[in-house]
């Protein structure tokens, strides 16, 4: 007989609007060249295997990615490193918040190749839609924050959506 019953965490997704856009849609946005500056071609390897990604506004975006900084602590060198952050994010995107517009991209940042997440956010001015970076690992300079495609020299090569 047990002698107690040990329960999840409870975990409170906080309240934001969903905006969805076509995988060909996005994949076609990543491997033409964005609109935006810095005009950076991205290469996917794989055609999209959903055919919608869904994403929020800044206010979402800015209740979900603080849960989303993994800590330092996780890394192991060829076990759990830059890659493997960016693959959880991902994944945790997904799973909690059900937005799979959270991206791992994988390019050159000032301290060498490096993976980590892109995401599509919705904007109130041009386009529909825009794609951010973010920095999911604690113990990077630029970790939780959105920023630009190539600010703070992160200039992704190539997307797995």
């Known amino acids: 007989m047990s002698k107690f019953v040990v329960q999840p965490p409870v975990v409170h997704i906080p309240s934001f609007e969903k905006w969805g856009v076509y995988g060909n849609d996005i994949h076609l946005y990543l491997t ?87 995401f599509i956010i919705r904007t109130t001015t041009g386009y529909f839609y825009e794609l951010l970076c973010f920095e999911p690992n604690e113990g990077f300079p630029f970790s939780g924050q959105a920023f630009e495609i190539g600010e703070h020299g992160y200039k992704p090569e190539i997307a797995i959506l």
């Open 32 to 118: 033409s060249n964005i609109p935006k500056p810095p005009n950076t071609h991205i290469k996917v390897p794989a055609n999209p295997l959903d055919g919608a990604y869904w994403y929020t506004d800044g206010e979402g975006w800015a209740k979900i990615l603080p849960d989303l900084i993994l800590k330092s602590d996780l890394y192991r060198k060829d076990i759990f490193d830059c890659d493997d952050y960016a693959l959880k994010t991902m994944m945790t995107c997904r799973e909690r918040y059900g937005l799979n517009g959270m991206f791992m991209v994988i390019g050159d940042t000032p301290s060498g190749r490096h993976a980590w997440n892109m």
